[in-house]
């Protein structure tokens, strides 16, 4: 039935990615009509994210210089490097029991299966079918996906799971676990889902038992996203995972 | 055949319209159903240049395309063309409000399949207000979306007495 799917998918890729052209630049024009109306308030608050963006950098660089120094110390082995390739969404299908959407990009770039997809500000998904054109990627916000993160402040383990909501929610935290609205989310690389510390989202309140958490990407608006293609290894034999394509380089569609 | 073929090709544009990327935040949750509008309009209208297995065929579409099970739309589909081309004279009979308004009955039962059998499928519940807004926007969609398809049908399959 997969295959089914991924060939009718790779059929109408091509249609999708032309029609879809003219509605990508009506809501671009829309989007710079309603850019022009607040440019004055926009610059203002990029003076000032920049001027925390500086300070940020200082404390990024001493960190890193500390970082590299402890690696050495310890004689840290880091994981293999993976590629990336940037692909453009054709398909919107984030609707009320599915959140997805459809890449024209698949088998033919490097695309696999489990690979992670990002875009600017965090974690969007995983891609969930390719075929030789086209790749399904499942957001993070569908009630399927269930993401091992950890809170970045305390380095709590957690599972991330979607409702086919705007928020996620946290659960399997450990008793005790202290977890607070403003705590950044990001991924564990626990269990080789994904690779660690990728932004994924930030608390931003509390319902009861359960922590709410804010994507970091913005899933609404989706255009450029990059696929990560990390190697993925199998935990057993410790060789590399069946189906995994090997990493390739920066690429762009 | 080659008319079955046109009005199919013309429903799967619309679809592929309809799930184009648009760059709304939440856009997705008031997409409009543009699959359940066609068949409704071709069965309604002119069952004979839509038959059953267009709206299989352009169900199986809409599943590959929004990531749904493959079958679940198609099966709607059919369900809904069924029901409508049960009817085809009854419908014709009323008023466009009329046909509005069975079209947003049909349109009911089909979410409440599609509700139901998502449930069955994840195995866990689904909260009912997001597919009843789906509903309602669908719904309201409606008038425009089968004035198009009255303009096309009027040019590409003339209809017969």
Known sequence: MERVRVGINDALEPVMETLAQPIRSLSRGVQGVEGFFDVYSKNKGLREANQRLEQWQNRALTLAAENESLRRLTNFKPAAPGGAVSLRVVSDSTGVFVQSVLAGVGRNAGLSKGDAVVDVSGLVGRVIETGRRSARILLITDINSKIPVVVQRTRVPAILAGNNGATLTLEFLPDGAEVEPGDRVVTSGHGDVFPPDIQVGEVVAKRGDELLVRPSADLGRLDYVRVLTVPRVDLGTGHPAEGAQPARGPQKK | ?161
Do not use: K
Not at chain 2, 9 to 34: D, E, F, K, W
Not at chain 2, 41 to 65: E, K, N, Q, T, Y
């Open chain 2, 1 to 161: 055949m080659l008319r079955r073929v046109l009005v199919l090709l013309v429903s799967l544009v619309i679809v592929l319209l309809a799930a184009a990327p648009l760059a709304i935040p939440g856009y997705g949750q008031i997409a409009i159903n543009a699959g359940l509008i066609c068949v409704f309009h071709w069965a309604v209208f002119r069952a004979d240049a839509f038959p059953a297995a267009s709206a299989f065929l352009l169900g199986m579409c809409h599943d590959a395309i929004v990531g749904a099970p493959l079958g679940l739309n198609a099966m709607i589909l059919l369900v809904v063309y069924g029901l409508t081309e049960s009817q085809e004279a009854f419908l014709r009979a009323r008023t466009y409000i009329g046909q509005w308004l069975c079209f947003a009955v049909v349109a009911a039962v089909a979410a409440s399949i599609m509700w139901v059998a998502m449930m069955a499928i994840r195995w866990t519940l689904i909260d009912p207000l997001p597919a009843v807004f789906h509903l309602v926007v669908t719904v309201g969609a409606y008038p425009p979306v089968s004035w198009f398809l009255s303009q096309l049908q009027a040019r590409l399959v003339p209809s017969h007495a």
